[in-house]
């Protein structure tokens, strides 16, 4: 959402229309759930973001516009998790456990995560027309609720939700080496569920 969409946003949420609070949720209520679970767990998600909503409408009249609408209802989430829940989840294990499938190497990527050489069935259909099959969704979606749960929310924030390395630093008290190492095991696991899609036509 744009600045100007954020405004009238609360300027209907004030205003206490019910549509506004059903598209806030609706927007928002994934990317906060992302957050809670790479602070909290699995256990205490529903609690926290539950505890979050609680205080945007509380604190929905101070909204300053100082950041985005996102990044102030994840940071709000941010500390209803930290405040509710001590974890020792954010320290980075490097000997987690492995995909089913292995991983790809390292010089499949480049730097910025992305394949060099595509899978070999790729030459018939675009990375997005794959995604659109069920198959793959469902088998993608299951390699995702497999990963360590720093992995998950990391790879979430990011490629779903669009958020900068910098700013999951900030929401989740990590630094920025620690994002880059959690975000390149997650893809690597992805594509190497991918590439085992593509090659076997199972998950």
């Not at 027309?129 to 088998?139: I, K, N, P, V």
Request: proline letters at 2%; a negative charge; glycine letters at 4%.
């Amino acid at each position: 959402m744009s600045a100007t969409d954020d405004a009238l946003l609360i300027q209907r949420l004030l205003a206490g229309e019910q549509r506004a609070y059903r598209e806030l949720v609706s927007t928002y209520q994934s990317a906060m759930r992302a957050v809670a679970y790479a602070i909290a767990g699995q256990r205490h998600v529903d609690e926290v973001v539950q505890d979050a909503w609680l205080s945007v409408v509380r604190n929905l009249a101070n909204f300053q516009a100082r950041s985005s609408l996102k990044t102030w209802l994840l940071t709000i989430t941010a500390n209803a998790a930290k405040t509710r829940y001590t974890s020792s989840r954010r320290d980075v294990l490097l000997d987690d456990l492995p995909s089913p499938h292995g991983t790809v190497g390292d010089e499949r990527f480049a730097s910025d995560g992305h394949w060099r050489v595509a899978p070999s069935a790729w030459h018939q259909d675009s990375p997005e027309a794959l995604l659109t099959e069920g198959e793959l969704r469902e088998c993608l979606e299951s390699t995702l609720a497999g990963l360590p749960e720093l992995q998950s929310s990391v790879l979430l924030l990011r490629e779903r939700q669009g958020l900068e390395a910098e700013e999951i630093c900030n929401l989740l008290g990590l630094t920025l080496s620690n994002v880059r190492v959690l975000l390149h095991r997650a893809r690597l696991k992805v594509f190497a569920t991918v590439e085992h899609f593509e090659e076997t036509g199972e998950c």
